[in-house]
C-alpha cells in the first residue's frame, strides 16, 4: 500500500525532493509457493475443507433451522395455492394488475427473506466444514431467488402496466422449491453427529 501511495503522490508533480520522507519502498521479494499438505496415507494434498474435522452443529441450532426450512417449503406451497386460486381453472381469474398474483408473490418473496437473512447469521457463527459448505451453497441460490424477486415486489408493474408473467414467476419459484428439503436433507445428514 505505502509502495503504491508513495509512488502516485512522487507521480503529483515535481520531483519527490519537495517532501524527501515520502521515498519509494524497496520491491518485495516475490512469493515462496509451498506446496499443500499432503495425506500420509493416500499422498494426495489435503483441501481446506478436508483438513477441518466434521463439526457437528447442536440439536436445538440444526431444529431451528429445520423449522425455518420447513416455513418456507410451506411459503412455496401457499404460492402454488394462491396461484392456483388467484387465476381460476380457466387460467384468466386474476384482474389487470394481477393484484392477487401479487400478494401472492409477496408472500413467498418475504419468507424467502427471512430464511436467507437467519441462515446467513447461522452461518456466519458456523465453523467451516461439510455442514458449512451444504448450507451456503442453499443460501446462495435464497440470496439470487431474493436479489431478482425483491426489485419486482415493489416495481410490479413494468413500462406498459402489465404485471408480471405468472409463467416467468413459476419459474422463478422453481429455484427456490426444492431448496426447503435440502437444507433438512442437511441437517441430518452432514450437520449432524
Known sequence: MWVALSAGLAGCGGSG??????????????????????????????????????VPLPARKRQEIRTRAMATAAAVRRWDDDLARCVGPAGDGDNADATCTHAAWEQLVDQVEIEMYYLLEDLRAMPHGACHDALVAENDILRGFWHGAAPLDLAWLDEQQRAPSRFDLDAAVDLVRPVPARIRDATTGVCAP
Open 17 to 54: 525532493e519537495e517532501r524527501p520522507e515520502l521515498t519509494v519502498a524497496e520491491p518485495l521479494p516475490p512469493a515462496i509457493e509451498t506446496a499443500a499438505p499432503q495425506d500420509a496415507q493416500s499422498g494426495t494434498p489435503e483441501t481446506a475443507s478436508a483438513a477441518l474435522a466434521p
